[in-house]
């Protein structure tokens, strides 16, 4: 069964940092391109950043380019979000995908960047 | 960037009846455009892919058209399970973009 599943969300000041990952399994992950969804409360859903298969091209969302930075293990079939200098506007829930198509989402992780 | 402009952003409905909700591209997508339903509190799920190309297990009630800049998810009769919220995707050209959301009420 393909599976994604996201932790290392919590509660966070303005100004910090935070990782979250994001576990697979069930597909070869090391070809996949991957990416992260987030979805502010009541809000929409807003792309934040892929990554190729291999880990040599990375996009991001202006929103977060230069603070965020993804990443992927594909040893240990998991996907990488390392964000800093948080903001309020960050707090969401989020989501990693599998972007052949966004067939695939994982249940998200909920991130609150408050003081 | 490529903007998906989605419409209507609400829309009251009843069991029954045959529902359109369009995407307007800024550009040219190709044929790299998606429609997701999402419930409160569940992730998205994506019900169609390549414009029109029903992902596996969606009801046939729903399919999808278009080209170009221009889409449409139609909901043939509304079943109570569908009321939700319903996004587009376009994944041609980075940054991947959704639309507003349109949320399908009774």
């Known amino acids: 069964e393909v599976q994604l599943l996201e932790s290392g969300g919590g509660l966070v000041q303005p100004g910090g940092s935070l990782r979250l990952s994001c576990a697979a399994s069930?597909?070869?992950?090391?070809?996949?391109?991957m990416g992260w969804v987030r979805q502010a409360p009541g809000k929409g859903l807003e792309w934040v950043s892929s990554i190729t298969g291999s880990g040599g091209s990375f996009y991001y969302a202006d929103s977060v380019k230069g603070r965020f930075t993804i990443s992927r293990d594909n040893s240990k079939n998991t996907l990488y979000l390392q964000m800093n200098s948080l903001r309020a506007e960050d707090t969401a829930l989020y989501y990693c995908?599998?972007?052949?198509?966004?067939?695939?989402w994982g249940q998200g992780t909920m991130v609150t960047v408050s003081s | 960037d490529i903007q998906m402009t989605q419409s209507p952003s609400s829309l009251s409905a009843s069991v029954g009846d045959r529902v359109i909700i369009t995407c307007r591209a800024s550009q040219d997508v190709r044929g790299d455009l998606g429609w997701f339903q999402q419930k409160p509190g569940k992730a998205p799920e994506r019900l169609i892919y390549?414009?029109?190309t029903l992902q596996s297990g969606v009801p046939s009630r729903f399919s999808g058209s278009g080209s170009g800049t221009e889409f449409t998810l139609t909901i043939s009769s509304l079943q109570p399970e569908d009321f939700a919220t319903y996004y587009c995707?376009?994944?041609?050209?980075?940054?991947?973009?959704f639309g507003q959301g349109t949320k399908l009420e009774i």
């Open positions: 995707l376009q994944h041609n050209r980075y940054p991947d973009t």
């Open positions: 995908t599998k972007e052949d198509g966004f067939e695939i």
């Open positions: 390549a414009v029109s």
């Open positions: 069930g597909f070869t992950f090391s070809t996949t391109v």
